[in-house]
C-alpha cells in the first residue's frame, strides 16, 4: 500500500515548545517516549506509515463492498464502518491514542445501503449511537436509559421509513478518558465548533478550548480568552456528568490497585517499571522518580 502515500506530500506537524505544553500533554509524550529529538524524515515516516496502513483498511472495506457486489447482496445491505479510536502520529509530540485531540478521539463513520443518502453529515455524533441505530434498523424501540441517539434520521433518504426518534439528539457529544499515558482523569464536550476538555476537579489541571474552525490543529487554547463560553460548556458538562466526584473516584482506585501491583512485584519492582512504555526517559533518572512515586503514595488522595 505505499503506492497509496505521497511521501512528499505529507505535511510535519507543528509542536510547541515543552515550556508551553499542558501538562497532561507533557506528561503524555513523556510517558509515550517522544520526548527526545527526532528528525523531519523520522517523523514523516512515522506519519507515512500510519497513512498506509489508512490505505490499507481502504483497500479492504472495498473488498468487502466489492463481494456484496458480485453475490447480489449490495442492494439489500446496510454497511456500517467505523473505528474505536483514532491514531495521533506525532501530532502534539505523541504516538498512539489516549488524548482528546482530533487526531486520536476524531473517528472515521461510514453508513451505506438501501435509502441511505450519499452525502457529508456534519453532525457531531459518537460511538455510543451505533447501539440504538442498530435497534432502529430492526425496528426495536430504544430502552429509555441508552446513551446514544438513532443515526438514521440523519442519514436516510426517506425519514418516514425510519422509527420515530425518541429523543431530540443534542447539539453535543461526550467522551471521557481515565486510562494509561495521562495523569488526569480527561472530559471532552466537543459541539459544532468548539472543544472544552475538563481535568480532574476542573480546578486543579486548567482546562482547555479550542476553536476547531479557526484552529483545527488545536494548537491555540483559548480558555482563558473566551471565559463566557469555558464556564457555559463546564457547566454544561457538569450537568452531564458530576466530573469532580468520578476522577476522585478513579484517582483512588487507581492509587490503590498500582499499591497492590507493587506490592505483588516485590523486588522485581524496579525493574519492571523501568522497563515499561516510558523506558527511554525513566533511566535517565530511575531514584528520582521511584522516590516521586513514593511520595504520590504516601500523599493523601485529594483530588
Known amino acids: 500500500m505505499a ?32 520526548t527526545g529529538k527526532f528528525t523531519q524524515k523520522e517523523i514523516r ?14 483497500a479492504m472495506l472495498g473488498e468487502i463492498i466489492s463481494a ?14 467505523t473505528a474505536d479510536h483514532g491514531e495521533l502520529a506525532m501530532e ?13 478521539s476524531h473517528i472515521p463513520l461510514l ?14 455524533v459518537s460511538l455510543v449511537d451505533i447501539y440504538p441505530t442498530m435497534l432502529d434498523i430492526a425496528g426495536i424501540p430504544t430502552p429509555k436509559n441508552c446513551s446514544g441517539y438513532s443515526l438514521m434520521p440523519l442519514v436516510v433518504e426517506k425519514a418516514k421509513e425510519v422509527a420515530p426518534s425518541r429523543r431530540l439528539r443534542p447539539t453535543w457529544v461526550l467522551s471521557e478518558f481515565h486510562g494509561c499515558n495521562v495523569n488526569s482523569s480527561a472530559y471532552m464536550l466537543r459541539t459544532d465548533k468548539w472543544k472544552y476538555i475538563a481535568y480532574s476537579n476542573g480546578r486543579s489541571v486548567p482546562p482547555q478550548l479550542f476553536d476547531l474552525s479557526a484552529d483545527p490543529d488545536e494548537l491555540t487554547n483559548v480558555a482563558t480568552k473566551f471565559p463566557m463560553i469555558t464556564e457555559s460548556l463546564n457547566k454544561k458538562l457538569l450537568s452531564i456528568i458530576d466530573y469532580p466526584k468520578v476522577s476522585a473516584q478513579v484517582k483512588q482506585y487507581n492509587k490503590q490497585q498500582f ?45
Not at 453508513?111 to 457531531?124: A, F, H
Not at 512504555?277 to 533518572?285: G, L, S, T
Request: hydrophobic share 35%; glycine share 2%.
Open 3 to 34: 503506492r497509496a502515500v505521497t511521501y512528499k506530500a505529507i505535511k510535519i506537524p507543528r509542536w510547541s515548545p515543552f515550556s508551553e505544553m499542558h501538562p497532561v500533554d507533557y506528561y503524555s509524550s513523556y510517558t509515550k517516549n517522544c
Open 45 to 58: 515516516d512515522i506519519r507515512a506509515h500510519y497513512y498506509a496502513m489508512c490505505a490499507e483498511t481502504d
Open 68 to 81: 456484496l457486489n458480485e453475490t447480489g447482496l449490495l442492494q439489500k445491505t446496510l454497511v456500517i464502518f
Open 92 to 104: 502534539h509530540r505523541q504516538f498512539y491514542k489516549m488524548s482528546m485531540y482530533e487526531a486520536s
Open 111 to 124: 453508513i451505506m445501503g438501501p435509502n441511505i443518502k450519499s452525502q457529508l453529515v456534519s453532525s457531531v
Open 259 to 303: 499499591i497492590n501491583w507493587k506490592q505483588n512485584l516485590g523486588q522485581n519492582y524496579s525493574e519492571t517499571i523501568a522497563n515499561l512504555r516510558w523506558h527511554q526517559d525513566w533511566k535517565k533518572n530511575p531514584k528520582k522518580y521511584e522516590y516521586a512515586i513514593d511520595l504520590w503514595i504516601k500523599r493523601d488522595m485529594d483530588v
